[in-house]
């Protein structure tokens, strides 16, 4: 009876393998006449699915599901990034693996709060640990009226350029700012204040047409060229290519996945000739995932097809820009494209 126990809880967590935006730590055993399930899931749906496949699967046993720990709950605890920029990490550890990284003011729903690294959720349903001692109260920080456009802004004691300098925000960065002439006072998460240019920031929300995003995508990304390549990076301090992705839809306004495969699932099929803004998709044996690695179409200003492409990769250590149909690796493991910008 344990294999078969143990057989069906295994399939029962099938469905919640990907750790990136599931808990499902379960196990099964028997005492008393009784099947207790005991663990972690992320939320009742979680639990609930579980439990339902394992009825299904094992009738005539009675299943025990109480001592199952369910880390979201209806009041969440929310935090949010206090320093300009800290990691995303898989484990509670700066030696574990960078997943991604979080921008100041960014909100994280806590899960498992921890003296040292906390286990969180963003937004997006993305899981991972984040040191504590860079997290402060969500509501510490005024309502973001602008997004930092540059990739790095400065932010100075006074609205002066020979002001001393008090900090660097992001490029990404949601910011509360009022203008000041050629200047802007910003405040930030965790109460940094400081003045940047106003040049640098973008107000929000951003509202263009699909042909102009298009065009401001392309505008943003070329200052990105020669940023080196880091694994889980987010900004012009490091960055890799699917975090340039979805930064630079960010700058125009449309929100997509982190990942390059959940951007290839959820953007829409394209042919080309590819237009600006589209994302150029690659993947195959060798890689971690089927689909992992991005570029940006830089579109038909720069190749009749859209096959000239801006991003950031391993092979070049950082953002550039190449001709995909010129390049073997890339020509090779092209898959399709995708397109948010619609």
């Known amino acids: 009876m344990n294999e078969q126990l143990q057989q069906a809880l295994a399939e029962a967590q099938e469905p919640f393998a990907d750790s990136r935006f599931n808990v499902c730590r379960l196990e099964i055993a028997e005492e008393g006449g009784r099947v207790h399930l005991r663990g972690t899931v992320l939320d009742e749906a979680t639990r609930t699915a579980v439990l339902a496949h394992l009825r299904q699967h094992l009738p005539g046993i009675t299943l025990a599901g109480d001592d199952v720990q369910v880390l979201r709950q209806s009041q969440p605890r929310l935090m949010a990034v206090t320093t300009n920029l800290t990691g995303l990490q898989r484990e509670p550890s700066w030696l574990g ?15 498992e709060p921890g003296e040292r690294w906390s286990f969180g959720r963003l937004e997006d349903g993305y899981l991972g640990y984040v040191y504590t001692g860079y997290l402060g109260a969500a509501g510490g920080a005024a ?48 109460g940094l204040c400081g003045y940047t240019a106003a040049a640098d920031l973008r107000p929000l929300p951003i509202t263009a047409a699909a042909v102009a995003r298009r065009a401001q995508l392309i505008a943003d990304a070329l200052p990105y060229i020669g940023v080196p390549y880091l694994w889980g990076g987010v900004s012009a301090h490091g960055i890799d290519c699917s975090g340039f992705a979805q930064l630079m839809h960010k700058l125009a306004g449309v ?17 080309p000739p590819y237009a600006a ?51 073997d690796s890339l020509r090779e493991s092209f898959q399709r494209a995708r397109r948010f910008v619609l």
């Open 97 to 111: 693996e960078q997943q991604s990284q979080l921008l100041n003011g960014t909100v994280v729903e806590i899960l």
């Open 143 to 190: 309502e973001p009226t602008h997004v930092v456009s540059a990739p790095v802004a400065r932010l100075q004691a006074a609205p002066d350029i020979g002001a001393p300098l008090v900090g660097r925000v992001l490029g990404g960065t949601r910011v509360a700012a009022v203008g000041r002439g050629e200047w802007a006072e910003v405040n930030l998460a965790g």
């Open 255 to 271: 929100a997509i996945p982190r990942d390059a495969d959940m951007q290839y699932a959820a953007g829409q099929p394209v042919e």
């Open 277 to 327: 803004g589209d994302l150029l998709y690659f993947g195959g044996s060798g890689g971690h995932r089927d689909i992992s690695h991005v570029g940006i179409s830089l579109g038909p200003e720069y190749h009749p097809q859209g096959w000239r492409m801006i991003h950031s990769g391993r092979s070049r250590n950082g953002v550039y820009i190449d001709d995909v149909q010129m390049v």
